[in-house]
């Protein structure tokens, strides 16, 4: 009769399995890489806002041009030209308000019209120092 080698104590209680260190380094990995792209996850997302921002007040400033032209109203009037008078002129996605317009996507603040020879602007962070924060037309 033949015996069976001894097992060491470590051999037969193997598991396969991950420790606790090697789980805790990968959420610590984790958590360093989260750390870096957060802040260009929301730095994209400030940029594209303003992007569609200064694309409504693009739209608007067609559409001014448009109805200006139509009505045969002066570029020296200083009158405001006004929403209620150029909304038929922009596709409605169905956020605007009937009297101030689309609102802006940033913070949702309202565009002003204003008159034919003055580009629009949006009331968002007209007294920011940050070149993305005042969404003007170039």
Not at 32 to 57: E, H, M, T, W, Y
Not at 73 to 95: E, H, L, M, Q
Not at 102 to 121: K, R
Request: hydrophobic letters at 40%; a positive charge.
């Amino acid at each position: 009769m033949q015996t069976q080698p001894k097992l060491k104590p470590r051999q037969q209680r193997r598991q396969s399995g991950f420790t606790l260190v090697e789980i805790m380094i990968v959420v610590l990995i984790i958590g360093v890489l989260l750390n870096i792209a957060a802040p260009a996850f929301i730095g994209a997302r400030d940029k594209s806002q303003a992007r569609a921002c200064v694309k409504n007040l693009t739209n608007i400033m067609t559409a001014k041009e448009i109805y200006v032209m139509e009505n045969r109203i002066p570029a020296s009037n200083v009158a405001d030209v006004g929403w209620p008078n150029i909304k038929g002129y922009i596709r409605s996605t169905g956020t605007a308000s009937p009297t101030l317009g689309p609102p802006c996507p940033t913070n949702g603040q309202y565009y002003t019209v204003g008159a034919p020879a003055v580009p629009p602007a949006c009331t968002y962070g007209t007294s920011s120092a940050n070149p993305l924060a005042a969404h003007q037309l170039q």
